[in-house]
């Protein structure tokens, strides 16, 4: 077993805290943009009280209207997703989810945690523990 004084992050270690910083910054980058626009279309449409989180109780027929509304705007904002029906946002934090969870099990060799141990002890624990990661794998030369 390494000491505290022993311990090197591995390649895999590096490599899952970067690609999770990456992520944080990609979903940093696309809130402003997709709320924003969200939020334009709503007040456009006379809802002016809903928000993006609360969209989906928009009136049948006004939800088409905001979602091909959503869609020309990610268009114009240059957003790219794989399929024209996903949200750009939605997307860039899955891919955050995804990048957390690769984090956690490239450490799972040295803490014993898993992603699904994390998440039974509370989103709290989960949060603090990718928090207490990310500044292991910052603060190590590499």
Do not use: W
């Amino acid at each position: 077993m390494q000491t505290a004084r022993e311990f090197r992050l591995t390649p895999e270690q590096i490599a899952a805290g970067k690609n999770v910083f990456l992520m944080m910054a990609l979903v940093d980058m696309m809130r402003p943009i997709v709320e924003g626009y969200q939020q334009k279309i709503l007040n456009e449409l006379g809802y002016p009280e809903l928000t993006p989180c609360t969209a989906y109780q928009l009136p049948n027929g006004v939800d088409t209207t905001y979602y091909a509304r959503c869609n020309e705007e990610r268009i114009k904002a240059g957003l790219k997703v794989e399929n024209q029906e996903h949200c750009p946002l939605l997307v860039a934090e899955d891919m955050l989810r995804v990048a957390r969870n690769t984090l956690i099990e490239a450490f799972e060799p040295v803490t014993g945690l898993t992603t699904h141990a994390l998440c039974c002890a509370g989103m709290d624990k989960y949060h603090e523990y990718i928090d207490l990661t990310l500044r292991l794998v910052a603060s190590n030369p590499h």
